[in-house]
Each structure stands twice: as C-alpha cells, then as structure tokens.
C-alpha cells in the first residue's frame, strides 16, 4: 500500500498565504504523477495543479499566476505553494498521486484524506 498524507491547511485572510504539503510512503517503484485538488460543497472535485516527471507543472485557470506546485522527489513529497489567497479558494484539498510500486506492476491512483483550507474575507 501506499499512503498520501497531506499537512499544511487551515484558516487564512483574504490575501494571504498557506503552503501545503504531501508525503508519500510505503513500497514505491516510482511516483510517475503528483498532484492537488481541491472540492468545495456543492462542487465537483477540481484539479488544482500536477506536475508529471519530466515535464513542466500544469495549472487550473483560477490558480495560475497565484499557486505554484514543486516536488521533492527525494523525498516522494509534493507542494502547493498558496498566495494571494480568495474566498473561493475554499475547499477541501486533496493530494493525487500515480505510483508504480513495482517496474512491472501498472500505475495505480493514490489519494490523501485531504485538508481543510479556508480563506475569509
């Protein structure tokens, strides 16, 4: 098995910033994929940000210019760095993670439990 367990969330001011955090663990061959979304009530999950090996990070239009996503691959970690902050970016973030535990097994999805970001006004 493989665990996602994010950290970093929590209660900010409209502008403000939140950087989370989400580590992988377990038996890993190799994480091909790690990304965020994010849900919000009354709302289908969204992607956030993801950043597949070997080629640059990709953005949902309401976080570009103000979210930037890194990996540590070291250390099977990914990032969201938050700034400039919104109302609307409220919602539950989850972490997504493609993983390939062994070279000859598929690539498998793997998600966190998420965390609670809330931005007031």
């Known amino acids: 098995q493989v665990q996602l367990v994010e950290s970093g969330g929590g209660l900010v001011q409209a502008g403000g910033s939140l950087r989370l955090s989400c580590a992988a663990s377990?038996?890993?061959?190799?994480?091909?994929?790690m990304g965020w979304y994010r849900q919000s009530p009354g709302k289908q999950r969204e992607l956030v940000a993801t950043?597949?090996?070997?080629?640059?990070?990709d953005y949902a239009d309401s976080a570009k210019g103000r979210f930037t996503i890194s990996r540590d691959n070291a250390n099977n970690t990914v990032y969201l760095q938050m700034n400039s902050l919104k109302p609307e970016d409220t919602a539950v973030y989850y972490c997504?993670?493609?993983?390939?535990?062994?070279?000859?097994?598929?690539?498998?999805?793997?998600w966190g439990q998420g965390t609670q970001v809330t931005v007031s006004s």
């Open positions: 950043v597949i090996s070997g080629r640059s990070a």
């Open positions: 997504h993670a493609k993983v390939k535990r062994r070279a000859y097994y598929v690539e498998e999805a793997y």
């Open positions: 377990g038996r890993i061959f190799r994480i091909n994929a």
